[in-house]
């Protein structure tokens, strides 16, 4: 279970995601040498103009396609199977690039047979365990090639789980149940994180949420849809926003609240009261949990006037709170034959259970009308299957409807660390120059990384701009030193990368010795010897979070969580959405 109150503060959550295996460069995007998908989620950005790759002309999933301009080709492992979403960012009126995902890289004739989906935007599969691979190709010859930015993330029985917003984060997960297949998302938001607040929205007249959430000033960094709705989409649920009331419920019924001071509350609110306890609140239909009780059964819910049919599973929406004052936010899809939906006492079940761990929650308008929106989910921000699409899950994430009310989740950007996609050689022959050329990514696209030397032999340089590591040995080089370089963005987050370097024939004195070949730190930068984690805690002014040497160790945003391997240290923020 994600502690999302540790995540959002000290970054030291992880992602794991079986890599393809990380070798001396990501790999140059060809059939042959495929660019090494680290981690999901991944986001970076590329450009088919001049790629080296271009002996795809068509796939097998669209034959009549002509994909004739170059491409650029990434592997990516799953450990267990899972539904795989790319989606890129890049076509204009002179850019044409489409995205294909496929299970194997066999071309027959310029044709790759083993394609899963191929699309103008966004592709989603349906995919085993193992190696697969995206590759995005450029349309109709070489002349509409361009730049692109590419998301990649898999969904499967694991919570996948990504920071869209500083102290917000998204989840999602695909499993069954006793009702049958579920497809589960939700948003978890720690208030006490600055920036971070709820907002009660009812749009003027009926609009999508991606319709609200895309218009809004300030964007939020997520929505889910609220109020039920009559004719022209008035609420007829309460809707209370800044202590102002907006429309009251029709009935007695269940709502969520906000009191003045942030304190989260759940109660059956009477029709046509204001419930003057909550200075922001949304009325719904069902109150799952109250004071840590789950309320469960039909007597239950025909106390709030809710029928049969209601009680029965359905797409929902939710929204609660945990123990800790964590505010959750979830939709469960439904009316699909990969998305059973939960009636109201399994929903209850749920959100009590450690999967979510609700305190308090109150069930919201479902069925048709269940949406969520996260910038990172899709093209169009639509993170789920809304059930007006019909039977099958629409790659485009359509079928949203018009909403009589939202929920907003607000919070501050989330600045991403850098992330090591190479690892460094870890011997040299006395008498040799050893070499490293890393390389990172950042998964804000637009940041420029920079590489500092934390810790090595005095005379070890590093290119600040490429990474470059270069150290000129010797016999009197010692037989082991211990190097650690840092990967910083311009906005100051960073990822440390740390390691033991033999010299094979050094028989020098050690770093540690007293002897003149001394190590070099970078002012301010302390790498403890048993972690990979460079910390800056006391120079930038931060106190430690527990041991200043673990990822996460600092309680500020400077500190530098490991990012070594199948582990993305990740957590508090999101990514602004590009246009």
């Known amino acids: 279970m994600l502690d999302v109150r540790r995540a959002t503060r000290s970054l030291a959550v992880v992602i794991a995601l ?24 991944y986001i970076v950005a590329g450009d088919t103009t001049g790629a080296a790759s271009n002996v795809i002309d ?12 170059p491409e650029i080709v990434y592997a990516f492992e799953l450990d267990a199977p899972a539904k795989v979403t790319a989606w890129i960012e890049g076509d204009t009126a002179t850019v044409d690039i489409d995205v294909h995902l496929l299970t194997g890289l066999q071309v027959v004739d310029a044709e790759a047979v083993e394609c899963a989906f191929r699309a103008d935007r966004i592709a989603e599969a349906d995919m085993p365990a193992g190696t697969h691979y995206v590759v995005v190709d450029t349309y109709a010859g070489p002349e509409q090639a361009g730049p692109f930015v590419l998301h990649l993330h898999a969904i ?90 907006l429309s009251t419920n029709a009935a007695n019924r269940a709502a969520f609240g906000l009191a003045s001071d942030g304190t989260p509350m759940a109660a059956v609110v009477a029709s046509g009261a204001n419930w003057p306890e909550a200075h922001h609140a949304q009325g719904g239909a069902g109150l799952l949990m109250s004071a840590g009780t789950v309320h469960q059964g039909s007597e239950h819910w025909a106390a709030e006037g809710l029928a049969a049919g209601f009680q029965g599973p359905h797409p929902r929406t939710w929204v609660g709170h945990d123990p800790d004052g964590l505010l959750r936010f979830g939709t469960v899809d439904g009316r699909r034959l990969n998305a059973a939906g939960m009636s109201l006492d399994t929903l209850a079940t749920f959100v009590a259970s450690d999967h979510v761990g609700t305190h308090e929650a109150v069930n919201l308008d479902g069925g048709g009308s269940t949406t969520m929106w996260v910038p990172a989910a899709s093209p169009s921000g639509v993170a789920n299957y809304p059930s007006d699409a019909g039977m099958l899950e ?97 906005r100051g987050a960073e990822t440390s990368q740390a390691w033991t370097l033999t010299v094979i024939g050094g028989m020098g004195p050690s770093n540690d010795s007293d002897g003149d070949d001394e190590p070099t730190t970078e002012p301010g930068v302390t790498v403890d010897e048993e972690t990979t984690a460079a910390t800056g805690c006391e120079s930038a002014g931060c106190e430690p979070a527990g041991d200043a040497s673990q990822p996460g160790g600092c309680s500020c945003r400077s500190s530098s969580p490991a990012s070594l391997w199948v582990f993305l240290v990740v957590f508090a923020g999101v990514r602004r959405r590009r246009r």
């Open 18 to 41: 079986a890599p393809v295996g990380v070798a001396a460069a990501p790999g140059a995007g060809t059939i042959e040498d495929p660019i090494r998908v680290d981690a999901f989620p």
């Open 58 to 69: 068509s796939y097998a999933c669209a034959p009549t396609l002509p994909q004739t301009g």
């Open 156 to 245: 499967g029985d694991a919570w996948f789980e990504m920071p869209i917003g500083e102290g917000v984060v998204w989840r999602a997960r695909r499993f069954a149940d006793l009702s049958g297949p579920q497809v589960v998302h939700e948003i978890v938001a720690d208030p006490s994180v600055p920036g971070v607040s709820m907002e009660v929205v009812q749009p003027p007249s009926c609009q999508t949420l991606a319709t609200m959430a895309g218009a809004a000033e300030p964007q939020p960094v997520a929505a889910v849809n609220s109020s039920f709705f009559a004719s022209g989409c008035a609420s007829v649920s309460l809707m209370k926003a800044d202590g102002t009331l």
């Open 394 to 490: 629409l790659a485009d994430h359509g079928g949203s409807r018009g909403l009589g009310g939202a929920l907003f989740i607000h919070a501050n950007p989330y600045n991403f660390p850098p992330r090591f996609q190479t690892e460094p050689p870890t011997s040299v022959q006395a008498g040799t120059t050893y070499l490293y050329q890393p390389h990172a990514i950042d998964l804000d696209v637009d940041d420029t990384i920079t590489f500092v030397l934390a810790q090595g032999p005095a005379d070890m340089s590093i290119d600040p701009q490429t990474g470059r590591t270069t150290w000129d040995t010797s016999v009197e080089s010692p037989p082991a030193v211990e190097v650690a370089i840092v990967a910083r963005d311009q």
